[in-house]
């Protein structure tokens, strides 16, 4: 890549990023959506499990309010809601402890300052 020597080359620049930027965005927004439409068709894998999204939710909140989603009514403890979001595959620390305080930080907050989770006797559900 050639050196920027002016400040309008970089304005220029700039603006190419930009735009590329955007048409990255309308493309992963595009293939989200056809990715959602397909898994939809296909319905639940032979498990029973609903398939995941391939896009990674960017906080772990959204991450284990998504688990809970496929949970649906069940109650989850910390150490279910780790193996299930384990079978995701979305980004995990390399320590499986680091991972256990990622989620059972999130459901914490959750739980305590969004109310977004109750507390049972068998774990953790989303609230109705």
Do not use: C
């Not at 998504?66 to 780790?82: D, N, V, Y």
């Amino acid at each position: 890549m050639k050196p920027i020597k002016s400040f309008s080359e970089a304005k220029r620049r700039l603006s190419e990023l930009k735009d590329s930027i955007s048409d990255l965005d309308a493309f992963l927004t595009f293939a989200d959506d056809a990715i959602s439409k397909v898994n939809t068709l296909k319905g639940p894998s032979p498990d029973g499990s609903e398939p995941f999204s391939i896009v990674v939710p960017p906080t772990w909140g959204e991450r284990v309010i998504e688990i809970f989603k496929q949970a649906g009514s069940r109650s989850l403890m910390q150490k279910q809601t780790m193996d299930m979001y384990v079978e995701t595959g979305w980004p995990a620390p390399a320590d499986r402890a680091d991972l256990y305080r990622a989620i059972s930080g999130a459901i914490a907050y959750l739980h305590k300052k969004k109310g977004v989770l109750v507390k049972t006797d068998e774990g953790y559900r989303l609230k109705e």
